[in-house]
């Protein structure tokens, strides 16, 4: 068992802590503040390759892994959380299922335009009435010659006014409920697709989270994604991969946080000292840095076993349970730390308590995750 | 075209703290860096590279822990990487680093040599000319600016105190940049997950063709006689005076101290 | 190499479009202090075309022996004929000691120079002084000015040095002082002479990186608007100083963002900081508090900048200013 890092590792984190702190962290407030899709910084990551980590050089993408792509949404993630989710959704939910489940016609036509980010990718599952219960689709597919036929409509689409290329998942068989599902590859100009209102939302606030809406939408049969009806199953093979990066960026927000603190509590003076020589700052901060690296081993674990092709699927759930709970204690205790200037929006750790909020909650809440970890304990 | 750079590693200077009731320097957890003027003649090989094909090889002196700057460059975009290091090259001044430096540069083939102006950790800005010397090259120091014909003539805009000139020089040259005249690339993925599965070469005093005398300790003319800190900031002084007053203490306290 | 060959303190002259640099002139003072500790002369080597008319003015300041080499060769500086130049003075005369100033000028001849004559060569000397042993002492800050370091060049001569301006105090001109003009010719070899003046561009130094300048105005809340900025402008062009300023008066718009300084702007380390109306939040500190020389002045005397004040001023920012304007500009 060896916990340290690779050279590799280290130089990686050396190359995204540098663009991190130089391009995605200044921008942050204002991303936050106006709502605004960081789109220059999606270009300026697509010219180095993060938004291809993971995906093979010979599609494209930097030939890295999920360890070193879980790496940089935490990175990115520390200075900017809507940044790190453009990636995570992006890369997980878009690119890996096209490596994953494509046909080689599909993967040399979408994962070179993906992998270099000239294209951005989104995923679309959720709809106003199937959210964690995922089965309940209304979104239809019909055929029609060598096309299917989408209507219907899905919600809370994360880079959805932005991207390119979409993962749509619609009912081809309504009677056979879950396993009536299908994957799509869906292009933004396919006649009858459009995007809909953007969410005005607490957190992640530049992230451009809109409402898909496919009014009889044409998707030519070559764009079915995996096998006819699989695509239930490739949602949740997919999403169990989203887990490792909505992880990443939990933990991302969670040690961004502790880092404002730590800078905080040193130059804070009350009663005569910095408030770092009180105990109860020094052993809430030990406790909660704790939570941190715990977190991290987790969700290094979950990605080092999606890089060596084994079930990760518990680890990943776990991950994201604990570094998403990690991420609300911490930058709670955060904004406690800075008092009143915690509350405003002078210092970051108001944000990113706004910011923490959503990893509860998108791909699959932690109460989904209680039930995938428990279900695999109970089986 | 065939291009070299010299990079050093130095400590990030600016991370250094000093010891407040000590006044000696804090050297632990400094990080090591590339030399902030090498890290732009990189960048400006790196243009040049793109935009004339050119082969860009790095070259760094130090221990066998430089290597990690190599690295980098390899993950910036560079196509090959030196590390020149011996035991007998340790304890050397600028002279006897520019003869180690320039031995090597002999065994390469360039059109340009490029190195930083100066290193953060001495700040002395004279390797590059004497190297320039060594190898019997021009040289400009203070680059800020280079265009390159396609050919073999460069034109230098180079910065000094009032302004700038322009030069014009055909290669193979020697140039020296500055910090402030490309801001460098970021590595790039790519280049971060390849970058320690290729080769570094390892070149020592055998490698080149030097006379020992000329290198390190005993090839070095000068000797660091004694190394002090600055000491404590003393208390600073403070005056509720009128403006005129006020005006007439601050002049006199500049001028004491030499900075007006 | 005979050490006891070599004799005297030469100082290379710097001149641009004929005028000669004050950092030689202050050289040739400090010269003059080593000269008399060793019981040797001071020599000036003056390069140029139509220059030799600025020889007397050398000797003015303190140089016994100016050596001048008129030669259209030299008319502006490049780093090759100006190398042959010296070294050809150098092998004839064999100094003991050569120093330049740490200029564009002499950091690009002095060590072309050194490794053409095989000596060492110490950059950017603070102090000089002569040992028991009559050897140089070179003193330079290592280390970003963390660290100071004395150097010698025992077997090797000259002892070459190079030293800031403004560094050595030059001596007040003697009009009546001696000394013996020398015309030396040098035999170039022009093959060398491999690189070609285009141009020379006199610029204004408006938009220097704060964090390079050597003196810095910085304005802060207290300074935070239109009339005072106009102030502190007219300051900074009398002291050739460049204006940076806190986090407030650049978030009012007042001051563009690459010229914050602390924690979210940039980190200074210039020679004299001089913060007005600045209270001194710990942010701002952390960007300049490693400064060579502060100097603030605020309404509030508990203000925490006067803590990181080498010297403090408590009033009126805009008066004080106005004051130093006017009495600088005299």
């Not at chain 2, 190195?115 to 390797?127: F, L, M």
């Not at chain 3, 004799?7 to 005028?19: L, P, T, Y």
Request: charged fraction near 25%; include cysteine; hydrophobic fraction near 40%.
């Amino acid at each position: 068992m060896d916990f340290s890092l690779s050279k590799t590792e280290n130089l990686f984190l050396q190359m995204i802590r540098d663009f991190t702190e130089n391009e995605v962290k200044p921008l942050a407030a204002e991303v936050d503040e106006q709502e605004r899709f960081p789109i220059e910084t999606v270009e300026k990551m697509a010219k180095l390759g993060i938004m291809g980590i993971p995906i093979p050089v010979e599609y494209g993408g930097a030939g890295g892994n999920n360890v070193l792509y879980s790496m940089a949404v935490e990175e990115l993630s520390a200075g900017c959380a809507t940044t790190g989710v453009i990636v995570s959704a992006h890369t997980s939910l878009c690119a890996a299922p096209i490596l994953e489940y494509g046909t080689p016609e599909q993967k040399a036509k979408y994962l070179p335009k993906l992998a270099s980010g000239e294209w951005l990718g989104a995923f679309g599952l959720t709809e106003p009435n199937a959210g964690t219960d995922a089965s309940s689709q209304q979104t239809i597919a019909t055929v029609d010659g060598d096309n299917y036929i989408l209507n219907g409509s899905k919600i809370f689409i994360t880079n959805a006014e932005h991207a390119h290329v979409y993962i749509i998942l619609a009912m081809t068989d309504k009677s056979l409920g879950v396993k009536g599902i299908s994957a799509f590859i869906v292009e933004k100009d396919f006649p009858g697709f459009s995007v809909g209102k953007k969410e005005k939302k607490m957190g992640i606030r530049g992230s451009a989270t809109c409402e898909l809406i496919m009014e009889n939408c044409v998707v030519p049969k070559a764009n079915i994604l995996g096998k006819l009806n699989g695509g239930f199953g490739i949602a949740m093979k997919t999403l169990d991969g989203g887990r490792i990066g909505i992880a990443a960026q939990a933990l991302g927000i969670a040690q961004g946080a502790i880092n404002e603190t730590v800078k905080y509590v040193k130059e804070r003076k009350q009663f005569g000292k910095p408030i770092s020589a009180f105990q109860n700052t020094q052993f809430q901060l030990a406790d909660l840095q704790t939570r941190i690296v715990a977190s991290r081993l987790l969700v290094h674990q979950a990605a080092y076993k999606k890089d060596q092709g084994v079930p990760y699927s518990v680890e990943a759930a776990m991950a994201k349970l604990y570094a998403a709970e990690t991420a609300m204690e911490v930058t709670s205790k955060a904004i406690q730390f800075h008092g009143g200037y915690g509350y405003t929006r002078e210092y970051p750790v108001e944000r990113m308590f706004r910011d923490a909020k959503i990893t509860e909650i998108y791909e699959g809440t932690s109460e989904v995750q209680r039930m995938v970890i428990s279900g695999a304990l109970l089986k | 075209m065939n291009i070299v750079v010299c990079i050093k590693q130095v400590p990030d200077t600016t991370e250094i703290k000093i010891n407040p009731t000590t006044g000696t320097l804090i050297r632990e957890g400094v990080p090591s860096i590339i030399n902030p003027d090498d890290k732009a003649g990189l960048e400006l090989a790196l243009r040049l590279k793109d935009q004339f094909n050119a082969h860009v090889t790095v070259i760094t002196m130090g221990p066998t822990q430089a290597e990690d700057v190599l690295r980098e460059a390899y993950a910036m975009g560079v196509d090959r990487a030196i590390l020149l290091t011996d035991r007998k090259f340790a304890g050397a001044d600028t002279l006897a680093t520019s003869h180690a430096l320039a031995g090597a540069l002999r065994k390469l083939d360039f059109d340009l040599l490029i190195t930083g102006r100066q290193a953060i950790d001495g700040d002395t800005a004279q390797v590059g000319p004497q190297i320039a010397e060594h190898l019997d090259l021009p040289q400009v120091s203070y680059l800020q600016h280079l265009e390159f014909d396609g050919k073999k003539t460069f034109t230098i805009k180079r910065k000094i105190e009032d302004g700038y000139e322009m030069l014009q020089v055909d290669g193979p040259c020697v140039v020296t940049v500055l910090s402030g005249a490309y801001k460098p690339r970021y590595m790039n993925v790519r280049g971060v997950v390849e970058s320690y599965s290729r080769e570094v070469e390892i070149w020592g005093f055998a490698q080149i063709e030097v006379d020992e005398s000329k290198l390190g300790l005993v090839g070095s003319p000068t000797r660091v006689h004694k190394a002090f800190s600055r000491g404590v900031k003393a208390a600073g002084e403070l005056y509720e005076v009128d403006a005129n007053e006020a005006a007439g203490i601050i002049i006199s306290k500049l001028k004491e101290k030499f900075i007006i | 190499m005979e050490i006891s060959a070599y004799k005297g303190v030469f100082v290379f002259v710097e001149q641009r479009k004929g005028n000669v640099q004050n950092v030689s002139l202050e050289l040739i003072g400090k010269a003059r202090d080593l000269a008399e500790a060793l019981n040797e002369k001071v020599y000036a080597i003056l390069l140029g075309a139509n220059v030799s008319d600025k020889a007397n003015q050398l000797i003015a300041h303190g140089a016994d022996v100016v050596l001048c080499v008129d030669a259209p060769e030299l008319a502006d500086y490049l780093t090759e004929p100006y190398s042959q130049a010296v070294c050809h003075i150098v092998n004839e005369y064999k100094p003991s000691i050569l120093m330049l100033g740490a200029t564009t000028i002499g950091r690009d001849l002095g060590p072309r120079l050194s490794a053409r004559l095989q000596t060492g060569l110490t950059a950017d000397c603070t102090k000089l002084e002569i040992s028991e042993e009559k050897e140089l002492l070179m003193t330079r800050p290592a280390f970003g000015g963390n660290l100071m370091a004395t150097i010698v060049c025992k077997e090797h001569r000259p002892q070459m040095s190079t030293v800031r301006p403004g560094v050595m105090r030059s001596l007040v001109a003697d009009p009546s002082r001696k000394g013996e003009i020398i015309n030396v010719t040098v035999p170039f070899n022009k093959d060398k002479f491999r690189v070609k003046l285009l141009s020379s561009v006199k610029e204004k130094s408006e938009m220097v990186d704060i964090s390079e300048a050597k003196i810095l105005i910085s304005c802060g809340r207290g300074m935070g608007n239109a009339e005072c900025l106009s102030i502190v402008n007219g300051l900074a062009e009398t002291l050739n100083a460049q204006v940076s300023a806190s986090r407030a008066v650049v978030d009012a718009g007042l001051v563009s963002h690459d010229r914050q300084v602390g924690q979210t702007g940039k980190t200074v380390r210039p020679d004299l900081y001089l913060a007005v109306g600045i209270s001194g939040a710990i942010q701002h500190l952390a960007g300049m508090e490693e400064s060579d020389y502060i100097v603030a002045i605020n309404k509030d005397k508990h203000a925490p900048i006067f803590q990181v004040a080498d010297l403090g001023i408590v009033g009126d920012a805009k008066l004080v200013l106005k004051q130093l304007t006017e009495r600088m500009k005299k």
